[in-house]
């Protein structure tokens, strides 16, 4: 795949993580951010893809990042990927083409809080340590969710914040340093279990020390 990503109108702003902000920092990280990223979150981002490979159809992954998800992803899957970082999606660009897959159907620079796609597009929808370093990760949720069909399947996976044991007190002692390299250590769990269109399926702790959580919903049609 050959096609290099496009740039997409960015939407708003908010107070801490501002889409320039978030833009700006993973920019930053797109030359290191495999190195430091691959080990951690691989666990996590592997359950995630089996869920998707044993659904199948168009699926969506919001943050695609460096495309490290990407090669993980089986024949019965097409991908379309979004971030927005330029430069971390200009990796992902050079991934699909060092390894030839042929599933992933496109790659667009595109704020998460706007989806430039219809309603109902996608089977499923997934963002993979994506919701804690966004600026509104509610509006994030209520796009993938309007973009996903009914009976659809939203998948999230990410590093909720520990409300006890021996994490708490250092997520606690962190969060005032974690914004400035792109991310939010106390986000809460909570904020994405409120939705009533969203049925919740599967929540499951992952390894390494359970740092990380699965989430996985069903869209629910009208009442």
């Known amino acids: 795949m050959s096609e290099r990503p496009t740039e997409a109108v960015a939407a708003g702003e908010n107070v801490g993580?501002?889409?320039?902000?978030?833009?700006?920092?993973?920019?930053?990280?797109?030359?290191?951010?495999?190195?430091?990223?691959?080990?951690?979150?691989?666990?996590?981002?592997?359950?995630?893809?089996?869920?998707?490979?044993a659904i199948g159809g168009r699926v969506l992954e919001v943050g695609v990042g460096t495309g490290l998800a990407l090669p993980l992803y089986g024949p019965s899957v097409e991908v379309v990927g979004i971030d927005i970082s330029h430069e971390m999606l200009s990796r992902t660009a050079e991934r699909v083409d060092k390894h030839g897959l042929a599933g992933v159907a496109g790659l667009a620079v595109m704020d998460a809080r706007t989806l430039a796609f219809p309603d109902g597009a996608f089977d499923v929808t997934a963002a993979m340590h994506v919701m804690s370093a966004v600026p509104e990760p509610d509006r994030v949720l209520a796009e993938m969710v309007r973009v996903t069909r009914v009976g659809g399947t939203v998948i999230i996976?990410?590093?909720?914040?520990?409300?006890?044991?021996?994490?708490?007190?250092?997520?606690?002692?962190?969060?005032?340093?974690?914004?400035?390299?792109?991310?939010?250590?106390?986000?809460?769990?909570?904020?994405?279990?409120?939705?009533?269109?969203?049925?919740?399926?599967?929540?499951?702790?992952v390894p390494p020390f359970d740092l990380y959580t699965l989430l996985r919903f069903e869209k629910r049609g009208p009442a």
């Open 17 to 53: 993580l501002t889409a320039g902000l978030v833009r700006s920092i993973y920019d930053r990280w797109a030359p290191v951010y495999d190195a430091v990223f691959w080990g951690p979150t691989l666990w996590c981002r592997k359950l995630a893809v089996d869920r998707i490979n």
């Open 157 to 205: 996976a990410n590093h909720f914040r520990s409300e006890r044991g021996g994490w708490a007190p250092i997520e606690r002692a962190a969060e005032p340093f974690t914004t400035k390299l792109g991310w939010d250590a106390g986000f809460p769990v909570e904020r994405m279990l409120v939705r009533p269109d969203l049925a919740l399926v599967e929540q499951r702790a």
